[in-house]
């Protein structure tokens, strides 16, 4: 709109895939930087709608803003196969893939809206104590700023933007630089749906739209699913740091452990999900696996041969498990940390591992890995597998108790009376602890949430609504 101007530079957006010979990025289009002062008006454009609390949105009633989040989705969904192309595009996600994060976000709108009724609902009731008479309510907080990560540019943008709307704050949302397409044919949809400056969108590099936004002190949430240094470089501008709430999803290093007793084929199978979908570009993506000596001989190898077997190509061709990357430097990282594991003492298990071209790099899996090498250091987001053997489990749990991360934690084992105990611990070092499967944030009414610098704050359908707004209350005399 007339809000955009233009500084001048331009991010190109590139396909993931230009032909199947030859899997060389090819640019789909270009899309301007905002200057600082259009960010700067997006903001006040945000701030205005809110009002102090007093603008039309914050203040409209709890059935107007649900019947605004029920046009927005049912103007979606007319869009489905046309977002589900960009992703495909954009980020090389699979059909299958793509149609399900599609899907999966229709829902979690639809189940948002349903808990937010519940919400309203359980607000109704008054507490009494002392003859005093409570009526509980839930408000919003103010202005969000959302950013979203490229692995899932629409369900977590929308798992951050959509429970912050509905509870009444404006919001300002950044797309992720890939998977920013994506998102235009939705913003009719924002544009027929929400009164004018609710929803904001902003386009560009952090340091230049969203850091100015963040340094005028406006803004009451900053909403982040990423990493960590770009969740840190943004806090460091507000200028008044106690009144900005945080709700960041960041890092993992989710472990499987192998245990001697473990259904193998189950194991494998999980592992193989876990640790390479959406080729291990997923924050609860397996990124090391603890395998048992008694039978570390036997899942190594047939490991190693599953993973040979998965399909690479174009995301829309039938039965393909492994897509070109986006981001144009992760095959030459991923191969960094394949050579110094290399280096280390490490092996590449698989015959395909390390394959490289231009923007793809085959998986590797590596086994014996150690402390010393940056895999096992550094959360590879990508398709690498490092497997480290044990033979106490207690290595294990230290080394989970020394890491810097604490997400999941997937558990593979047959005897539940013996491991119920490690459950007991292991629950304390992560916040969700997966029995016989890989890891995954779904279903997204679980709560998703991780220790030390994997989260702040909580999402899940029901305790984002709480994440994004704050519990007042009436109290009234008895006279
Ligand atoms: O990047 C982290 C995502 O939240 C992973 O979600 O487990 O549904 O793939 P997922």
Not at 107 to 127: G, H
Not at 326 to 352: M, T
């Amino acid at each position: 709109g007339e809000l955009i101007k233009w500084n001048g530079q331009t991010d190109e957006v590139y396909s993931t895939i230009s032909s199947i010979e030859n899997y060389k990025p090819t640019l789909l289009g270009t899309i301007p930087h905002m200057d600082k002062d259009s960010a700067l008006e997006v903001l006040d454009s945000a701030c205005k709608a809110y009002a102090k609390g007093q603008g039309d949105w914050p203040t409209m009633k709890v059935s107007e803003r649900i019947s605004c989040m029920q046009n927005f989705v049912a103007e979606m969904q007319t869009n489905r196969e046309e977002v589900v192309k960009y992703l495909m595009w954009e980020i090389g996600k699979s059909l299958p893939d793509s149609r399900k994060e599609f899907d999966r976000t229709v829902e979690y709108i639809n189940d948002t809206i349903e808990d937010y009724k519940q919400l309203d609902r359980d607000s109704a009731k008054f507490f009494k104590r002392d003859g005093i008479h409570a009526h509980i309510r839930r408000g919003p907080l103010g202005v969000v700023l959302c950013l979203g990560p490229y692995n899932y540019p629409l369900n977590e943008t929308f798992a951050l933007l959509i429970p912050a709307l509905i509870m009444g704050n404006t919001v300002i949302f950044k797309p992720a630089k890939n998977g920013v397409l994506l998102i235009s044919p939705l913003l009719e949809a924002f544009k027929n749906s929400f009164p004018p400056g609710v929803v904001n969108v902003i386009y560009g590099r952090g340091r230049e739209v969203a850091a100015p936004i963040m340094a005028a002190g406006k803004i009451d949430v900053l909403a982040l699913i990423g990493n960590s240094k770009s969740a840190i470089a943004l806090q460091d501008q507000h200028p008044y740091k106690n009144r900005l709430r945080l709700v960041l999803g960041l890092e993992a290093k989710n472990p499987a452990i192998i245990l001697p007793d473990a259904d193998l084929d189950l194991a494998i199978e999980e592992c193989i999900s876990g640790s390479l979908s959406f080729n291990g570009q997923r924050c609860t993506a397996l990124k090391i696996i603890y395998v048992h000596e008694d039978v570390r001989e036997e899942f190594n190898k047939r490991f190693a041969k599953k993973v040979d077997a998965l399909k690479f190509g174009n995301p829309w061709e039938d039965g393909v498990k492994l897509t070109p990357l986006p981001e144009a430097d992760k095959p030459d990282y991923i191969k960094e940390l394949i050579d110094d594991a290399r280096e280390k003492g490490a092996e590449i298990l698989n015959e395909k591992g390390g394959e490289i071209s231009e923007n793809y790099i085959y998986p590797a899996v590596l086994f014996p890995v150690s402390k010393k090498m940056r895999v096992y250091q550094e959360e590879q987001f990508g398709p690498v597998v490092p497997i480290k053997p044990f033979t106490d489990i207690q290595e294990i749990l230290d080394e989970m108790a020394d890491s810097s991360y604490g997400q999941q934690v997937s558990l593979f084992g047959k005897d539940i009376q013996e491991i119920a105990p490690l459950i007991d611990t292991l629950v304390n070092l992560v916040c969700r602890v997966n029995l016989n499967s890989s890891c995954q944030r779904g279903p997204d009414v679980f709560p998703f949430t991780g220790r030390k610098d994997s989260a702040v704050s909580t999402l899940s359908v029901h305790d984002a609504l709480r994440s994004f707004s704050i519990r007042t209350f009436v109290a009234s005399k008895d006279n």
